[in-house]
């Protein structure tokens, strides 16, 4: 499956999600996560994200690999969201920062 990673922390573009075939994006407070259970790796999601955060499981960020688990935990507490909305308010601010994942608010 694809992942969502740090760099969607405090950003959440969602562009991600209208091209989702099977709406398998869940999305929390400042952050969205894949289901790794319902991703069907049609590889749409990876070129729409302004914040270049989608990665396949194989290809995730070196020292990003906890993500692979935490999109896994997370969809299953977060519901799906499948409509673009506004980026957070200081998207622009805080696309790439580094090690965001202490602003994860969950
Ligand atoms: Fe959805 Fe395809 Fe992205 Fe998987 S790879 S999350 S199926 S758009
Ligand atoms: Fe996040 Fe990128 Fe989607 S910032 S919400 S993964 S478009």
């Known amino acids: 499956p694809f992942v969502v990673t740090d760099n969607c922390i405090k950003c959440k573009y969602t562009d991600c999600v209208e091209v989702c075939p099977v709406d398998c994006f869940h999305e929390g407070p400042n952050f969205l996560v894949i289901d790794p259970d319902e991703c069907i790796d049609c590889t749409l999601c990876e ?60």
């Open 47 to 106: 070129p729409e994200c302004p914040a270049n955060a989608i990665y396949a499981e194989d290809d995730v960020p070196a020292g990003q690999e906890g993500y692979v688990a935490l999109n896994a935990d997370l969809a299953k507490d977060w519901p799906v969201i499948t409509t673009r909305k506004d980026p957070l308010p200081d998207a622009a601010e805080w696309d790439g920062k580094p090690d965001k994942l202490p602003h994860l608010e969950r």
